[in-house]
DNA sequence: CTAGGGATCAGCT
DNA sequence: GCTGATCCCTAGC
């Protein structure tokens, strides 16, 4: 395991929209290089709904062919064409069948590398992201419960009725409660996008998204260099990170390159690779 | 711990 | 075109 520390990029003077934002050529490196430095830097997502954003915490990098953990490792698909295309845009995919992961694509086009997104802090839009969250997963949760009238679906799903934003697990023991330390209202905050898939899902973060422009100041869905002191002091934060082997990885363990801010509450259990018994 | 669910792709016909 | 193994996960027992 390696350590290190990580001193983020000042947020300079300029346009507040664009104060912050990464350049591409940051990108156009390795995904080894470009993952630890990417720790306390902030994605946020503008949708009609209002902005969320989150301090990343935990990455993992994914290099291109000669990575067999990659998803570029057998060539170019339509899947993970964007990881093929220009640095500083997001791969999104879909997984499990129920989850989205986000990755960040690196070096130039032709070379497939990535930076999988795994676990943020949330420090904009927590209710809007803990709504997000506690939608669940319609499908799997509404499922088919009745005609409910033909061609009258609702997408947003409003669980609650008279009861506002009282999530429905008030009924649930409270000892559980206690147990996981989830408060009233929901998930934890540091529950709200600990994981690649939470984080999708506290954002926001579809299929549409794939593809998107992290680097331009217009896409609803960008990357900015670092969180703002916000105390009015010059400088930027010093984040001490460490190194290890990546989740739930077969082949390609042996390298540590999953990074993670030391001591975050926000970053994910560590699962090492268990075969799937059938 | 395990079930769940959809997409993907190698390998086959 | 089809089949079945796989997948970088999460929620709920």
């Not at 290099?63 to 220009?86: I, L």
């Not at 997963?137 to 947003?156: C, E, H, I, K, S």
């Not at 794939?210 to 260099?225: F, I, Q, T, V």
Request: aromatic share 6%.
């Amino acid at each position: 395991m390696g350590g290190g520390r990580q001193r983020l990029t000042a947020v300079t003077a300029g346009s507040r929209a664009a104060a912050g934002l990464m350049p591409r050529d940051f990108f156009d490196r390795p995904a080894q290089e470009v993952a630890p430095e990417l720790l306390g830097c902030v994605l946020e997502h503008e949708t009609p709904d209002g902005l969320a954003a989150v301090a990343l915490t935990e990455v993992e990098a994914y290099a291109g062919p000669a990575d067999p953990a990659s998803h570029a490792y057998r060539g170019r698909t339509a899947r993970n064409a964007v990881m093929f295309g220009p640095p500083g845009h997001a791969y999104v995919y879909f997984t499990y069948g129920m989850h989205f992961c986000m990755n960040v694509v690196c070096m130039p086009p032709g070379t497939a590398s990535a930076v999988l997104l795994r676990a943020g802090r949330v420090i904009a839009g927590e209710e809007l992201a803990r709504r997000r969250r506690a939608a669940r997963q319609p499908a799997a949760a509404v499922r088919p419960a009745g005609p409910a009238g033909l061609g009258t679906r609702d997408p947003r799903v409003p669980v609650d009725r008279a009861d506002g934003p009282q999530p429905p697990a008030c009924a649930a023991p409270r000892h559980a409660a206690a147990r996981h330390g989830a408060a009233r209202h929901g998930a934890a905050a540091r529950d709200l996008a600990r994981g690649p898939a939470r984080l999708c899902q506290a954002l926001g973060i579809g299929r549409e998204l794939n593809g998107a422009d992290l680097c331009d100041p217009a896409s609803p869905l960008r990357l900015l260099a670092a969180l703002p002191r916000g105390d009015g002091l010059p400088g930027s934060p010093v984040l001490p990170w460490r190194a290890g082997p990546r989740v739930g990885v077969r082949e390609g363990a042996d390298v540590p390159w999953r990074f993670w801010l030391d001591g975050e509450p926000t970053v994910s259990a560590y699962r090492p690779h268990v075969p799937r018994r059938r």
